[in-house]
């Protein structure tokens, strides 16, 4: 299994990127994935996450209402769009993938494989 992350880079606040996940060696269309990102000196904390299907989604309390999940199972690729950023959304965001279902979706425990992740520095 691959995840390869990109779409990373330098904005300033107010701005926007997509980033990108597309993912390799295994069945894409059956697992949930999520995104995560982990700043300087914290925790890798969860962003959002996405059903198999892409018929649900769940988002961090901080990002709910800038970012977008979405995906697309013809591509094996899962996209995170992220809207407004605030330079508190500078991090390394990686892309992960739970093929059990056995936790819960922000828990970071829950995931199986992880990308090598792509950093988003806000400029204030």
């Known amino acids: 299994v691959q995840l390869q992350a990109s779409g990373g880079g330098l904005v300033q606040a107010g701005g926007s990127l997509r980033l990108s996940c597309a993912a390799s060696?295994?069945?894409?269309?059956?697992?949930?994935m999520g995104w995560f990102r982990q700043a300087p000196g914290k925790e890798r904390e969860f962003v959002a996450a996405?059903?198999?299907?892409?018929?649900?989604?769940y988002f961090a309390d901080s990002v709910k209402g800038r970012f977008a999940i979405s995906r697309d199972n013809a591509k094996n690729t899962v996209y995170l769009r992220m809207n407004s950023l605030k330079p508190e959304d500078t991090a390394v965001y990686y892309c992960?993938?739970?093929?059990?279902?056995?936790?819960?979706?922000?828990?970071?425990?829950?995931?199986?494989?992880w990308g090598q992740g792509t950093q988003v520095t806000v400029s204030s």
């Open positions: 060696g295994l069945i894409f269309s059956s697992y949930r």
């Open positions: 996405i059903t198999s299907s892409g018929g649900g989604t």
């Open positions: 992960a993938v739970d093929r059990y279902y056995s936790g819960t979706y922000y828990n970071s425990q829950t995931y199986d494989y």
